[in-house]
T-cell receptor, first 111, second 115 residues
């Protein structure tokens, strides 16, 4: 099983600040997905990045896939209280039909 | 469109008891998955299925069994529950793995406590 490490594990910031979450591995993934999970609910897909070096933007969220397809980052600009949640990265393994999830980053945006 | 539905939502068991968690999806997805989520450990794959009548082991399969008798249903069984199986269990489904960009659709989870 390929491993994914996410950092930081916890992040507490004030509304309006910027932040970056990292997802790193020593293994290559076919694609990298980012999910967001709210309390009492299952994860919901935010974006999938497929090509090395790819950058995707979703309003104030910017996702990047590393050139070697081993790492990814999520940058949030001007965070809002509604961004609070657990952010999970998940890599599509090159050898099998499943995802490997990172440990998650619990983001709290304070008013 | 209900998506992925998990039952029950909550359950408390005593050590040694057995139970079955049910997952149903109405999206005609081929692939279905069972995960457990524990604090600080993300989602770990227990078992998965790539089609009706097929199952495969994931990362943490010990103590669990699964069945996929119908395409829309994926059952997770605990034969003899142990306190270490206290967790939140998530079911997910997806179209398949023949191409990239296939998201997994998750249910809202089953919160299971083993005393």
């Amino acid at each position: 099983t390929q491993l994914l490490e996410q950092s930081p594990q916890f992040l507490s910031i004030q509304e309006g600040e910027n932040l970056t979450v990292y997802c790193n591995s020593s293994s290559v993934f076919s694609s990298l997905q980012w999910y967001r999970q709210e309390p009492g609910e299952g994860p919901v897909l935010l974006v999938t990045v497929v090509t090395g070096g790819e950058v995707k933007k979703l309003k104030r969220l910017t996702f990047q896939f590393g050139d070697a397809r081993k790492d990814s980052s999520l940058h949030i600009t001007a965070a809002q209280t509604g961004d609070t949640g657990l952010y999970l990265c998940a890599g599509e393994e090159t050898s099998g039909s499943r995802l490997t999830f990172g440990e998650g980053t619990q983001l709290t945006v304070n008013p | 469109n209900a998506g992925v539905t998990q039952t029950p939502k909550f359950r408390v068991l005593k050590t040694g008891q057995s139970m079955t968690l049910l997952c149903a999806q109405d999206m005609n997805h081929e692939y279905m998955y069972w995960y457990r989520q524990d604090p600080g450990m993300g989602l770990r794959l227990i078992h998965y299925s790539v089609g009706e009548g097929t199952t495969a082991k994931g990362e943490v399969p010990d103590g669990y069994n699964v069945s996929r008798l119908k395409k829309q249903n994926f059952l997770l069984g605990l034969e003899s529950a142990a306190p270490s199986q206290t967790s939140v269990y998530f079911c997910a489904s997806s179209y398949g793995w023949g191409w990239s960009n296939q998201p997994q659709h998750f249910g809202d989870g089953t919160r299971l406590s083993i005393l």
